[in-house]
């Protein structure tokens, strides 16, 4: 645990907590209120995610070759922050107003927006925090569980916020990203940082060239891992866009209470899981040194795996909460296992390229398609026959993707040798 004894590791992990308050602010309360206060449908909703994942496709290709050639430069983690500063006068005098005038107009500029704060901007933070780590001397998995409790924290105060006023959200989004500004003008990059991030000893290797980004797209094993992130990470996004409304809609169907109760016994499940998700991250590091990061990953997507069809074949309220929570588990072994994977089979200077294309793109390619489909789906077939399709593409993209990737445990670098002694 000697990431604790560093100063600007805490200074990194209250820049998860703040910026993933905002992700998940939006990702349990967002559909609650486009549904109920913007007036949108379950079609509609999904056209808003598509959109902002289509955004996303263009913007990270963009970003992650620029964030390798600015390797510790604060740039483009400033602009993030600026656009998310301004979500809460957006949403309440601009979009709320454009949404009630034209829902199809409304759900394209709200998506793009949300796409350069969280869909697109989201392979900045990571890819930024993750180059500092190994800059820092820090174990990136312990500074990303502050985005675990900022999930749990977010869930649990945001329900009494939403119930109180649905508005203040976003004043609660705006007041994170002042607070995320003022922390990234903390941190200062000492003079051999970089060199030390890009595992180099020279200033001149740290140059990528194009050459260096077309080797990327020969190997089989990239392919493969965002083949696997299209079955695993995409789905969690699209199997998660709308289980709220599911949830509270099985709520009040099973006789339990008003809509309203069950999205507040909803926010408190959240919560929970974030909570133990947390705790799970504390100790995922060394696990995962242990088994290497490709298991992981599939770990994680036969979890999933499980979620969903266990919420197609088993959809009361009792197990729909146990199904949620067993997110606890998945989310760290995700989390780690990808950064990991990243670092230890590809070129370490080529890391926010690698994650924005192999993770970030990838994800959004499959989420771009997969959540309209899935919102017609769920307008068609109803929920649990949707569920029921979405566990049977996560079963078959997975095995897919893992079968073309290569072991990471053969390619453990020295430093990856310290790090599971420090773990």
Not at 88 to 105: C, K, S
Request: glycine fraction near 8%; proline fraction near 3%; charge should be positive.
């Amino acid at each position: 645990m000697k990431s604790l004894k560093k100063p600007v590791f805490w200074n990194f992990g209250l820049l998860y907590f703040f910026y993933f308050a905002v992700w998940q602010l939006w990702a349990t309360f967002g559909p609650m209120w486009l549904q109920d206060t913007a007036g949108m449908n379950a079609t509609h909703i999904g056209t808003l995610n598509t959109v902002a994942a289509l955004a996303a496709l263009v913007l990270q290709p963009l970003f992650g070759p620029l964030q390798d050639r600015l390797a510790l430069k604060k740039n483009l983690f400033y602009f993030v922050v600026c656009c998310i500063l301004f979500l809460g006068p957006l949403f309440v005098w601009v979009f709320l107003p454009l949404i009630h005038a034209n829902e199809v107009l409304g759900a394209v500029i709200v998506g793009i927006y949300l796409s350069l704060c969280l869909n697109g901007g989201v392979g900045i933070i990571e890819a930024y925090n993750e180059r500092s780590s190994r800059a820092y001397d820090f174990e990136y998995g312990h500074a990303r569980l502050f985005g675990s409790l900022a999930g749990a924290t977010a869930s649990f105060v945001g329900g009494y916020m939403y119930a109180s006023n649905p508005e203040s959200i976003f004043w609660g989004m705006t007041f994170c990203g002042a607070v995320l500004i003022v922390l990234i003008s903390l941190v200062r990059v000492p003079k051999d940082a970089v060199e030390k991030a890009e595992g180099v000893t020279d200033e001149k290797q740290v140059e990528v060239t194009k050459a260096d980004f077309a080797k990327i797209f020969k190997d089989r094993s990239f392919w493969g891992f965002a083949i696997l992130i299209i079955g695993s990470a995409t789905m969690y996004d699209v199997f998660d866009q709308q289980f709220a409304n599911y949830f509270s809609g099985m709520y009040v169907q099973q006789k339990l209470g008003t809509l309203a109760q069950g999205e507040a016994l909803f926010a408190q499940v959240v919560s929970i899981q974030i909570l133990l998700e947390a705790a799970f991250m504390l100790i995922m590091p060394m696990l995962i040194n242990k088994i290497g990061a490709k298991t992981g990953l599939i770990i994680y997507g036969s979890i999933l795996f499980v979620r969903v069809l266990g919420c197609a074949f088993i959809p009361n309220i009792g197990m729909l909460i146990f199904w949620r929570l067993l997110a606890s588990l998945e989310m760290p072994f995700m989390l780690v296992s990808v950064m990991k994977y990243i670092t230890r089979v590809f070129d370490k200077r080529l890391s926010a390229t690698v994650y924005m294309y192999g993770f970030g793109t990838a994800k959004q390619i499959g989420v771009s398609i997969f959540s309209i489909v899935m919102g017609a789906l769920i307008t068609g077939i109803t929920f649990k026959h949707a569920y029921l399709v979405l566990a049977i593409v996560i079963a078959v993209l997975v095995c897919v993707g893992a079968l073309l990737m290569r072991s990471d445990t053969k390619a453990v670098t020295p430093s990856d040798s310290k790090e599971q002694v420090a773990a």
